[in-house]
């Protein structure tokens, strides 16, 4: 069975980051570097690189989802408490922050977009957070603008799913939604 269809030009990019997502498996590296402190250096270089796209992702989703009412913030890199790094760009909205989690009653967290670096990886993925753990992981191989490109498509499907979780847990259900939500769709 042959590949056909207009996203086989997607499909090829991705696969580009698995191909080297795999030889970083097979050879305990990450992007060439082999040592922790190596690695870690490549992460927050991928991570700065990464920075302005996922940024421009969150800034699309307050604009389509949240009728502009969105506020973004980058958190670098830092400890995540077991020895590993955790990263990530978030967004809130006035609505979201005045809600509650209809299950547990606290705060709903922003939505976010992480890259976890846990200290007995090989190497950091970008991440679907759940109880303070990666749920759902992807590969985060960042060493150029080019690579940067290729986790756009990533980026908004976690951006989005992300959304739609705060959407179920919120007391309010949808309504953390802006009023307005949708009417620049023409």
């Known amino acids: 069975m042959g590949v056909a269809g207009d996203d086989s030009e997607l499909w090829q990019r991705r696969v580009k980051d698995y191909s ?40 699309d989703l307050s604009n389509w ?27 809130s909205w006035p609505l ?26 090989t190497h950091p993925h970008l991440a679907l957070m759940g109880g303070g753990v990666p749920a759902f992981a992807w590969p985060f191989q960042v060493a150029s603008p080019e690579d940067v490109a290729r986790q756009e498509p990533v980026l908004r499907v976690m951006a989005e799913a992300e959304l739609h979780d705060r959407i179920y847990c919120a007391r309010s259900n949808w309504a953390v939604l802006p009023e307005g939500f949708g009417a620049n769709l023409g």
Request: proline share 6%; glycine share 8%; with cysteine.
């Open 20 to 59: 080297r997502h795999v030889a970083d498996l097979r050879h305990r590296t990450y992007e060439g570097a082999s040592d922790r402190k190596a690695k870690e250096e490549t992460f927050l270089r991928a991570f700065e690189l990464t920075t302005p796209l996922a940024l421009r992702v969150l800034e």
């Open 65 to 91: 989802y949240l009728a502009g009412t969105g506020s973004t913030q980058t958190n670098l890199p830092s400890p995540d408490g077991r020895d590993g790094l955790v990263g990530s760009w978030a967004a």
């Open 96 to 121: 979201l922050e005045q809600d509650r989690d209809r299950t547990t009653g606290r705060e709903l967290p922003p939505v976010a977009i992480c890259v976890v670096f846990p200290i007995d990886w």
